[in-house]
T-cell receptor
Framework: KNEVEQSPQNLTAQEGEFITINCSYS?????LHWLQQHPGGGIVSLFM???GKKKHGRLIATINIQEKHSSLHITASHPRDSAVYIC???????????????FGTGTRLTIIP | GAGVSQSPSNKVTEKGKDVELRCDPISGHTALYWYRQSLGQGLEFLIYFQGNSAPDKSGLPSDRFSAERTGGSVSTLTIQRTQQEDSAVYLCASSRDRGAEQYFGPGTRLTVT
């Protein structure tokens, strides 16, 4: 079983819809990251959070530490939001004191005009 | 300011040849990470540098893989005697310090024929 599980794997929605992508993890973490990867493009960090909720424009990320669960929401979705969204966790108490990321398999989001 | 840069952007090599991949992190970032993104494997951690030292090499898949970082800045990932299973996108990320947000480079797409 992967330490980081995402759902759904694929999501297609109409422009304007409210989008939710979920991430569950099974280990103690120091932080959770949401990343965005456009086709053929690099990876952009959207959020890094260890508690509560963060908001950037139309994107909202929440985390529930007790339930080991995070969600990424997109309001008023737009075709330019089409990308792969990846959840990653920084593992707590790493033997080496670093913050390497362990990744989920990603959610491919397609927004149709 | 400039982001993380990587070179080359694409590399095609014959099986058995050695390759060097380069990463220029954001100036002043002390932590540097190498990751690999394969079609069948998703994203996986390879190695972490803090300054010039590499306390965590736990993700390197075999002794054909090595990396160094000089002057606390540029890093080189070397793959010796490349195999077809080494084909992947190799990503570099840097952060201000361990535990801070990671900024990703555009990656090097390696194809071993």
């Amino acid at each position: 079983k992967n330490e980081v599980e995402q759902s759904p794997q694929n999501l297609t929605a109409q422009e304007g819809e409210f989008i939710t992508i979920n991430c569950s993890y099974s280990v103690g973490i120091s932080a959770l990251h949401w990343l965005q990867q456009h086709p053929g493009g690099g990876i952009v960090s959207l959020f890094m959070l260890s508690s509560g909720k963060k908001k950037h424009g139309r994107l909202i990320a929440t985390i529930n530490i007790q339930e080991k669960h995070s969600s990424l929401h997109i309001t008023a979705s737009h075709p330019r939001d089409s990308a792969v969204y990846i959840c990653a966790v920084s593992l707590r108490e790493s033997n080496f004191g670093n913050e390497k990321l362990t990744f989920g398999t990603g959610t491919r989001l397609t927004i149709i005009p | 300011g400039a982001g993380v840069s990587q070179s080359p952007s694409n590399k095609v090599t014959e099986k058995g040849k050695d390759v060097e991949l380069r990463c220029d992190p954001i100036s002043g970032h002390t932590a540097l990470y190498w990751y690999r993104q394969s079609l069948g494997q998703g994203l996986e951690f390879l190695i972490y540098f803090q300054g010039n030292s590499a306390p965590d090499k736990s993700g390197l898949p075999s002794d054909r893989f090595s990396a160094e970082r000089t002057g606390g800045s540029v890093s080189t990932l070397t793959i010796q005697r490349t195999q077809q299973e080494d084909s992947a996108v190799y990503l570099c990320a840097s952060s201000r310090d361990r535990g801070a947000e990671q900024y990703f480079g555009p990656g090097t797409r390696l194809t071993v024929t």
